[in-house]
């Protein structure tokens, strides 16, 4: 959720790119309000503005650029609203009865308890029922798979990327089902056979997956709690982490971990500096590029893994064209983007906190840090994890009803230890995999030793959150009010009272007086 490649000095703050932030999420929710459409009227209209505001001399022409991002977003969330309701699939599921769905995995399968969800990218539809006719569509969009028994246990084998023929029914999304619509799938299929699939014919998955069960594979020696733990912690895999570890993460403001964020994408990118240092300023730019275009790719692009990788690289490009942006303006541009590209966003709860996490530590890390007494080690981390929490508040707030009290301290305990847990298994990980598949007897030797560490680290982790767990103090949507009047009554106070005395000692000539 954090960003650690923030940029720690606390630029100004700029009215304009927030203003053009706010647009885009307002056209989206506006758009939402709309209903589903072509978005031809939204993009007309921006198209018209855009002409206006060449056209328009003077200062109001920033408002005009405000009013196109927002006609593009509205335009945008129709179109994706259009795309779930006027699906091709729609039909298939009214005419097709049972049905045989080919398609390509989105994500990884979620396995529960009694079936298995997976979201796909259909390629074809075709019926069983010889009464009738198939139809063929060039973009049927994505549907919900859940498998049920032998389908179940197949399907769960499977990784994004690969394509799989299932035999169903198709139906609309219901009950819990629905908040699959946020992915973009339209209907549900309800598997009850897996008849075929084919491995991935995307080059970056080819490349990113087998990175992914290196990386993961490194720890399948430790227990079953550490090893959930780190999968988690490297590449956001939280599907065998079970329901008490969570919750215990939750409760004592540590979920944010189990999602890959900014701080995953800098040790990433970290870790490869010393090959991609080697090359020119091209090539380092393209090798970037290419770094956290396989690490999205391996954490299955998550919303908070999106956030972190289009935000590093708009820093990579910045830097290319010879134009360093900041943290603020680096941020803003990346949700400006993305809210465009998949307006649904906006109703992500890991986008949201990671953005909002990401926006206090680059407004209040620093100044925070400069208030807080000790050593710079020490200051500075709980300076980010209390910007972190201060601006996560609002989002996490309304959503689970309280903020635990002791995020702050339990964050600044584990801080340290993620950047070596995460260091250590993106790089172990690998070894371990490439020496099992080198000399497997060897191997199962050095795996053990290796991972010593690593299990100790993700048992401190733990075991901070475990202990955070059980401190029953949090603060309720009640109290923050009165704690935020609180703090506004005394910055206020201190404010009006420091400007007399500022102005104590020192005489003050009539020519500079302030006329009445």
Not at 417 to 427: N, P, Q, Y
Not at 466 to 479: E, K, N, V
Request: glycine residues 12%.
């Amino acid at each position: 959720m954090t960003s650690s490649q923030a940029d720690p000095g606390g630029a100004r703050f700029d009215p304009s790119i927030f203003g053009a932030v706010v647009a885009v999420i307002g056209g989206a929710v506006i758009g939402e309000r709309l209903g589903a459409g072509s978005g031809y009227g939204a993009f007309q209209a921006a198209l018209a503005l855009v002409l206006g505001g060449l056209l328009w001399s003077g200062r109001s022409r920033p408002v005009f650029v405000l009013a196109v991002l927002g006609l593009m977003a509205v335009a945008s969330m129709q179109r994706a609203l259009n795309g779930l309701e006027r699906t091709p699939l729609a039909s298939a599921a009214t005419d097709y009865s049972p049905v045989r769905v080919t398609g390509v995995l989105v994500s990884d399968p979620y396995p529960g308890k009694y079936a298995t969800r997976a979201i796909v990218r259909v390629t074809s539809v075709e019926s069983l029922d010889p009464e009738r006719v198939s139809t063929g569509h060039s973009r049927w969009g994505r549907v919900l798979v859940v498998a049920s028994g032998d389908a179940s246990s197949r399907l769960r084998l499977l990784v994004a990327g690969e394509s799989a023929t299932l035999k169903g029914r198709l139906g609309d999304l219901e009950g819990s089902d629905s908040r699959w619509r946020r992915q973009h799938a339209a209907m549900r299929l309800g598997a009850t056979d897996l008849l075929h699939l084919e491995p991935t014919n995307d080059w970056l998955l080819r490349v990113a997956n087998p990175l992914r069960g290196a990386v993961v594979g490194g720890a399948d020696t430790l227990p079953q709690r550490e090893r959930a733990l780190v999968r988690g912690l490297l590449v956001g895999d939280v599907r065998e982490m079970d329901s008490g570890t969570i919750e215990a993460f939750r409760a004592a403001g540590l979920s944010h971990l189990l999602a890959v964020s900014g701080a995953n994408v800098a040790f990433v990118l970290g870790i490869a500096g010393p090959a991609l240092s080697r090359f020119g300023l091209r090539g380092r730019f393209l090798g970037g590029l290419m770094v956290i275009a396989v690490f999205g790719a391996m954490t299955r692009w998550e919303p908070s893994v999106l956030r972190a990788v289009t935000m590093a690289g708009v820093a990579q490009l910045a830097v290319y064209a010879g134009r360093p942006v900041d943290g603020q303006r680096a941020l803003s541009l990346t949700v400006i983007a993305l809210v465009l590209v998949d307006p649904f966003l906006v109703h992500s709860v890991g986008f949201m906190l990671s953005c909002a996490a990401s926006a206090a530590i680059l407004a209040w890390s620093s100044p925070i840090a400069r208030r807080v007494p000790g050593p710079r080690f020490l200051a500075e981390p709980v300076a980010v994890t209390a910007a972190a929490q201060i601006g996560v508040a609002p989002v996490l707030l309304p959503v689970f009803g309280s903020i635990p009290l002791v995020a702050l301290p339990a964050n600044v305990l584990v801080a340290p230890v993620i950047g070596l847990l995460t260091t250590w298994g993106l790089c172990t990980g690998p070894i371990i995999s490439m020496l099992r598949w080198i000399a497997p007897g060897p191997a199962s030797a050095v795996a053990g030793p290796l991972q010593i560490p690593t299990q100790v680290l993700a048992g401190y982790i733990m075991g901070v959150a475990t202990l955070a767990a059980s401190t029953p103090f949090s603060l309720g949507i009640a109290g923050a009010g009165a704690l935020l009047a609180v703090v506004l009554v005394v910055v206020t106070t201190r404010r009006l009272s420091a400007g007399p005395r500022s102005l104590r000692g020192h005489a003050i000539s009539p020519a500079r007086r302030a006329p009445l």
